[in-house]
């Protein structure tokens, strides 16, 4: 199975600045032959259930912010928020859907403000 | 307005049965293929189980293998988990979510989810 480790744990960050949650897969979730990594980013605010924000590692899913943005390729990957605002309050996961199955989630990444 | 909606989910003894359901609306049903995720209090996401769009294929988690049943009726657009054999390590929130037409595809909608307590 494709274990995948999210860092930091938490994070707390200032109202406007930027926010970077780190991914790391196991083993490579780019298939070569479409170019395309096999990873998602979702958010979970308290009570509510997951939402996909990215996909393919850098598509953003309709009707999310610009300032949310995917990247990376292979075993790493970052979600970054570019100014972070009060709604973005959550808990952010990433996930494969390359080696499957299991799909592997994150343990998650806790956001707050400062 | 795609939608999933998730029910069943209640407080059963350690060695019961219980049978989750996801009514979905707003969408082509037969289409997508459907997962089961859960989390249990205070934890992560889990992937529990997914079935193809036509339902001839289905997948498990190891932890719920023999345990968990998958099906859907794609006349009812309806999606269901049985869950027999259920331990204290099962009690989570189930959440029944749209994949792609393809199972290499992120999970783009998701139920409000469903409590499943075991305990005695």
């Known amino acids: 199975d494709i274990v995948m480790t999210q860092s930091p744990d938490s994070l707390a960050v200032s109202l406007g600045e930027r926010a970077t949650i780190n991914c790391k897969s196991s083993?490579?979730?780019?298939?070569?032959?479409?170019?395309?990594?096999?990873l998602a980013w979702y958010q979970q605010k308290p009570g509510q259930p997951p939402k996909l924000l990215i996909y393919?590692?850098?598509t953003r899913e309709s009707g999310v912010p610009d300032r949310f943005s995917g990247s990376g390729s292979g075993t790493d990957f970052a979600l970054t928020i570019s100014s972070l605002q009060a709604e973005d309050v959550a808990v952010y996961y990433c996930?494969?859907?390359?080696?499957?199955?299991?799909?592997?989630f994150g343990q998650g990444t806790k956001l707050e403000i400062k | 307005e795609v939608q999933l909606v998730d029910f069943g989910g209640g407080l059963v003894q350690p060695g019961g049965s219980l049978r989750l359901s996801c009514a979905a609306s707003?969408?082509?049903?037969?289409?997508?293929?459907m997962h089961w995720v859960r989390q249990a209090p205070g934890k992560g996401l889990e992937w529990v189980a997914n079935?193809?769009?036509?339902?001839?294929?289905?997948y498990y988690v190891d932890s719920v293998k023999g345990r968990f049943t998958i099906s859907r009726d794609n006349a009812k657009n309806s999606l269901y988990l049985q869950m027999n054999s259920l331990r204290a390590e099962d009690t989570a929130v189930y959440y029944c979510?749209?994949?792609?037409?393809?199972?290499?595809?992120?999970?783009?909608?998701w139920g409000q989810g469903t409590m499943v307590t075991v305990s005695s």
């Open positions: 996930q494969q859907y390359y080696t499957i199955p299991p799909y592997t």
């Open positions: 393919w590692a850098s």
């Open positions: 083993q490579s979730v780019l298939y070569s032959s479409n170019n395309k990594n096999y």
């Open positions: 707003g969408f082509t049903f037969t289409t997508y293929c």
């Open positions: 079935m193809k769009p036509d339902g001839s294929e289905q």
């Open positions: 979510a749209r994949g792609g037409a393809s199972r290499y595809a992120p999970f783009d909608i």
